[in-house]
């Protein structure tokens, strides 16, 4: 039976759990697995340092086996590289041991520099059993003919697997190279719920996380594998945060006393709807939160925080709430004079809270919001505040 954080299709014998320190200090791993939790869907779980560099179980049963290489000191697919004879050997080892399936799994391996190999490139472009023991043979007498020490163990190994199993793993197996935008191909997919300005935190954070995580599992010698669901929840939370820190750290301070003063001839319903409710000595906060509220929507969606349809389910959600307080004033304070009645209205919508982007918004902007409303007419405080203001 698997786990919530270890799945039953990784339970298998775990070929490197000999070496689990191995992985840490490296960063190529730790991208590359966040790349995976990006790519993968639903359900799945990435590991690292199980069957391979990292190990990427779906849902449906099949998997990704990856051996990652730097190429930065080496070329580690040339034709008689220990690293490449080895990966091959690894594998043949994981199918025979029965921790994988060659029918439900890919055989990766990944070189970050743009380094060339004959033999591996043949293997890659091996698709059918004939080109399989075509391409086979010719490494075979190339072998025998030039002696290659370093490499004996594996590539012989390699070549004397069984014929039907090896076609088998040769026609599973593919060759990555020179793909070294990973970093960008993570903001890619974070991009679909981050602005572009604030995609290298996000990034950072992604890429921060899955490392801290995966290695805090290794050096606790617990089982090093991430949900796919599990990263994603991270990052939801990470978007929460990050759009309500963000609101406060792009927010606009309010505007000074004189340009409130002169903005005065723009709001003077806002000014006359707190007048006919006694409430006149409000007037200045409320011309500051009217104005800021504006400024910053402005600025919020310039730079991509929340978008149109956001702030229009914002705006309806304090009309709602308007609406309930109205309501609830009228059928509890019934001896209540009109006066008071709407001063307690726009007190009880000055304390209101409503999210924004799914954050609860600052306070100046629910007011602020309010005191647009009440300006267009859209509401009011007292009672018959739409004959008052005809008068």
């Not at 004397?160 to 026609?171: H, I, S, T, W």
Request: charged share 25%; proline share 4%; aromatic share 10%.
């Amino acid at each position: 039976m698997g786990s919530a954080t270890t799945p039953a299709g990784m339970q298998s014998p775990l070929l490197k759990s000999s070496r689990p320190g191995s992985y840490l200090g490296y960063s190529l791993q730790a991208t590359r697995m966040c790349l995976h939790l990006c790519e993968a869907p639903r359900g799945s779980f990435v590991a690292l340092e199980v069957l391979d560099d990292v190990d990427v179980l779906h849902p449906d049963g099949t998997r990704l086996l990856e051996q990652s290489k730097s190429g930065l000191a080496t070329n580690p697919i040339a034709n008689f590289s220990v690293d490449l004879w080895k990966t091959f050997s690894n594998w043949i080892e994981a199918i025979e041991a029965g921790a994988v399936d060659p029918a439900k799994t890919l055989f990766r391996l990944y070189v970050l520099q743009d380094k060339k190999g004959e033999y591996v490139s043949d293997l890659h472009y091996a698709h059918t059993p004939a080109q399989v023991a075509t391409t086979v043979q010719r490494i075979r007498e190339a072998y025998e003919a030039e002696g290659h020490e370093g490499c004996k163990p594996y590539i012989e190994r390699f070549l004397g697997y069984d014929q039907e199993k090896l076609a088998a793993l040769v026609m599973a197996f593919e060759l990555e190279t020179g793909n070294d935008q990973l970093v960008e191909r993570i903001k890619d997919h974070l991009a679909l719920t981050v602005p572009n300005e604030f995609l290298e935190e996000a990034c950072d954070t992604a890429v921060g996380w899955v490392k801290n995580t995966s290695d805090g599992l290794i050096s606790q010698r617990k089982y090093p594998a991430i949900a796919r669901d599990e990263f994603s929840d991270r990052m939801s939370t990470f978007n929460t945060r990050f759009s309500f820190n963000h609101l406060l750290k792009y927010t606009l301070p309010a505007p000074p006393a004189d340009e409130v003063e002169k903005s005065r001839s723009n709001a003077l319903t806002l000014i006359r709807q707190l007048e006919i409710i006694e409430a006149q000595e409000e007037g200045l906060q409320a011309m500051t939160d009217f104005l800021q509220s504006k400024t910053n929507k402005v600025n919020w969606g310039a730079k991509g925080l929340v978008y149109e349809p956001e702030f229009d389910e914002f705006k309806q959600s304090l009309l709602t709430q308007w609406k309930l307080f109205n309501k609830e004033i009228r059928l509890q304070s019934v001896t209540a004079s009109e006066v008071d009645k709407g001063q307690l209205l726009h007190l009880k919508c000055m304390a209101a809270s409503a999210k924004l982007n799914d954050v609860d918004s600052p306070g100046f902007f629910v007011r602020g919001t309010y005191h647009d409303f009440s300006n267009t007419k859209t509401i009011g405080w007292h009672p018959r505040y739409r004959e008052l203001l005809d008068e």
